[in-house]
């Protein structure tokens, strides 16, 4: 059993996937989540931490946990298509955790690209879902391209030429089939950096490269203590703003969820229903030619990405979704990784629901 | 008549939209192409125009017409539906002026998506299209978005950590319906800044931003006048380069059109078939909940944009495409202006093809 004592330094872990799944599901059913759901959130966690998508794993387990207990999400939700097409669906989350709602929408949206070729699902009282590359990949599968738009679950980023926050980081995933390479996925906020990688910095003293964030006089802010007193930088500028806002209207305001000031911040508040707005977009491939044939081109293309000619001090190029793939496979083999604050964290946690903690 | 003398200066001049249309339509019947072709290719040049687009309308003509008479177009095409499901198609441009292959796909789109509430339509064997958000716009008079994704026509961008260019600037254009305000119209490159601009930098002499290029050894490039030293920056450096590989993919391969290291530089070769893909997504605000509640919830996010609270210095906050809504309306009222330089090309272009010119 995992203990972390004062006395002994805690040193980081390495579990295997079931157990990381099933100590999750556990903590969920002690939280009043039903098993099935409760399975199936671990699962879709579980996954964006073998994609390398840490901070959208297991690692928020607990602010969950505390949305959960606080009434936050509905733990017996009605997940239901509240209005269809034959190529489309409005899904109500039924202020559900995000997870389930998400993968509701995906899996409708490959059931409907199946009998039309293509299909766009756009969900309301959805929730946080977690990494936007875990939802884009589910049609893959099935040969299909998928696509991820989300509003973000607190609003980052002002208006360009604004300093008022009313637009989240909100996120586009693509996922692409290939055939021999792995899937093509590209899985990224609007903004250049993200949060975590600034804290990082300020943790280690260091400052930040000009891009990162403008201050609210609208100066370059380079000192990563000061990020109170500016905002993350869109990518391309006005660009990155656009996009943030486009991808803000399809995710959101197209599906009656919330976007701009009616925005709440997940973070911050663990009980107000958020009503977060996501798409899902699926799209056969077989509707626009002989599957094998376009799977062996957008491979191709990502060998010549690969092996372009470099510039001085590149050690490679990388195709978006490569690293991913190659860490997905390495911890299917060889298990997760947990720092030791998580596994404190984790181990209070289990304390909290008295659950048998991680072993 | 307009005639450029030597003796004296040539001036701007105001032409009304009619006269424009009229004087493009008759070169394109004077090299070859039907009459019916040859106006909605100039009524699509010249809505390009009238959004503000300067480089993609008439300015394009005399490149465009070259194209025609060295039979690097198709005049007497077949433009057709090679393949189809409800809501998706494939179509063969047959090699004809793009701008009728991306008007075929959106009017195919915006017809399968009234009937399943959303289709795509991609397009293989088409050309340089113009500016994205002509086409990005026409599902907005059906109540529906619009999405526009191409393989620009000349590669200019490396991936990232590369310096060898795979990659075209592939644009990306969404358009989103409002109520009273102006359509929501995003339209960009995905590199920070356009070769335009840094050619008018180099004209005033002036040095560019850090961000807007980087040299093939991997430094800043500042010096306009060195711009073939290096390439355009993608917005968010990985992330951008992400973004137009991903575009490519869904605009091209899919499509079985040109990507990678088989796209033909548009600009120096007027001869070669370019086999361009682009694709075209139409989705109905029906299928997701009355469609003026929605806009009423369009016009309400694009009001908190522009009414956020300012940073010092900006003097006002841009909704995408407002700008080019109020310059559509006020073109479409008082014509276009035309520079002194751009009518003495025109008036050659009359000449060589034996039409009357603009007068």
């Known amino acids: 059993m995992y ?7 805690a040193a980081a872990r390495v579990f295997p996937i079931e157990q990381l799944i099933d100590f999750i599901t556990r903590a969920y059913v002690a939280a009043g989540m039903p098993p099935a759901d409760a399975r199936s959130t671990a699962e879709l966690m ?37 209005r269809e097409t034959a190529s489309t669906a409005l899904i109500d989350g039924d202020n559900a955790m ?86 093509v996925v590209l899985d990224m906020a609007t903004t250049v950096a993200s949060y975590g990688k600034i804290k990082a910095r300020a943790q280690r003293g260091e400052m930040m490269p000009e891009g990162w964030m403008m201050g609210f006089d609208g100066k370059p802010l380079l000192d990563p203590k000061r990020s109170g007193e500016g905002f993350l930088m ?56 002989d599957p094998t044939e376009i799977r062996r081109n957008v491979d191709r293309v990502a060998r010549e990405m690969r092996s372009a000619a470099r510039m001085p001090g590149a050690d490679r190029i990388r195709v978006p979704g490569e690293e991913s793939h190659r860490r997905r496979e390495q911890h299917l083999t060889h298990g997760l990784t947990l720092p030791a604050p998580l596994l404190d964290i984790l181990a209070r946690l289990a304390d909290e629901l008295a659950i048998a903690p991680l072993t």
Chains 1, 2 share one sequence.
């Not at 203990?3 to 330094?9: F, H, K, L, R």
């Not at 969820?257 to 925005?263: H, L, T």
Request: glycine share 16%.
């Open 3 to 9: 203990v972390s004592s004062p006395g002994q330094p």
């Open 46 to 82: 579980i996954e964006a931490d073998l994609l390398g998508s840490d901070a959208h794993g297991i690692f928020r387990l607990p602010m969950y946990i505390k949305r959960v207990r606080s009434g936050g999400f509905n733990r017996q939700p009605n997940i239901r298509i509240e």
């Open 98 to 183: 995000g997870h389930l709602v998400v993968r509701k929408a995906a899996e409708t949206a490959i059931a409907k690209a199946k009998a039309t070729g293509v299909a766009w699902v756009g969900l309301h009282h959805g929730n946080h879902a977690g990494a936007g590359a875990v939802y884009a990949r589910m049609p893959l599968a099935h040969g299909m391209v998928g696509i991820y738009g989300a509003v973000g679950s607190a609003n980052h980023l002002p208006p360009w030429g604004g300093i008022e926050m009313l637009l989240s980081t909100n996120p586009l995933a693509i996922a692409v089939p290939a055939l021999e390479e792995p899937p």
């Open 234 to 289: 869109p990518i391309g500028g006005h660009k990155g703003y656009g996009l943030a806002l486009m991808i803000g209207l399809l995710g959101g305001t197209l599906n009656g969820a919330a976007m701009g000031r009616d925005v709440v911040d997940f973070n911050a508040d663990s009980s107000s229903v958020t009503n977060t707005g996501q798409c899902m977009i699926a799209v056969d491939l077989a509707a626009f030619g």
